[in-house]
């Protein structure tokens, strides 16, 4: 009797190592398919690898993996389901919390990826990058007093942060202090010279403060560092328009839309 299900013994053996090694081959392939720039094919497989073994306990990272691929082919709601679904099985990953919180902003659900990132804080006061973050949300939702808050306690965590310095220029800026925004971004440029946002954040604040010569040079600073991004050109309409420059102005607006901004949200500036 033993040799009569020998046999069959053997070819269940197999059919199992057999299926290990095509979950390990599918996570393989998304690698590869990744560096190939194919997100379709990756995510494919590893939508195949958890179908394969639904209980692996390596499925939090592929789930992971997977949100981020289908973030980043513009799938968000099923990006929010695989990073849901990681979650329930490893609720306390700051990745997966981080991960999820930038989708919440993506989606502009504010207040979900403030408490995202309350969470990581939760779970380590120290994460400098969630305070940065959460500050920044916090001036979105005009929640001035809380930013200022998550600023200075980055500032304590870490005197040289970058990040802490940008996140309190934007709150200088949006409460009009603009010398002390240009003074801030000025120190991070110094560190960070080749960040085209910093220049064109920069130029902002000289905008509002009149400064269009100092406005415009940065505008060329970014432009010269990113010529394919349309807020560069927005910035620069704007400090024509302010010049009462219509005609050149419009044509950096026209600009901007070639490259893929929203004709509707520029209609107004374009009218004046």
Known sequence: MNRRFLPLFLLLTVATTLQAQSYTDYID?????????????AEETLLAALRL?????????????LG??????????????????????????????NNRAALWAEMDSLQRAQEDFSQILLLDGKNEEALYRRGLIFLEMNDTTAARNDF???LSLNPQSADARIGMAALM???ARY?????LYTQVIRANPHLASLYLNRAEAYYYNRQYN???????MARQLTPDDPLVYIMRGKVKLARFEKVEAK??????????????????????
């Open 179 to 183: 010398d002390q925004a240009i003074i």
């Open 29 to 41: 392939s998304s690698f590869t398919y990744l560096d190939e720039g194919n997100l379709l094919k």
């Open 68 to 97: 981020t691929i289908q973030r980043r082919m513009g799938k968000l709601s099923e990006a929010l389901d695989s990073y849901n679904n990681a979650l329930t099985r490893a609720p306390q990953s700051l990745t997966l919390l």
């Open 152 to 154: 200075d306690r980055l």
């Open 173 to 175: 800026k949006n409460r």
């Open 251 to 272: 044509e950096d607006f026209d600009k901007a839309v070639s490259l893929g901004f929203d004709a509707e949200e520029i209609s107004q500036m374009t009218d004046q």
């Open 214 to 220: 100092r406005a415009s040079d940065d505008i060329e």
């Open 53 to 65: 073994e639904p209980a692996n306990p390596g499925n939090v990272l592929l789930l992971s993996n």
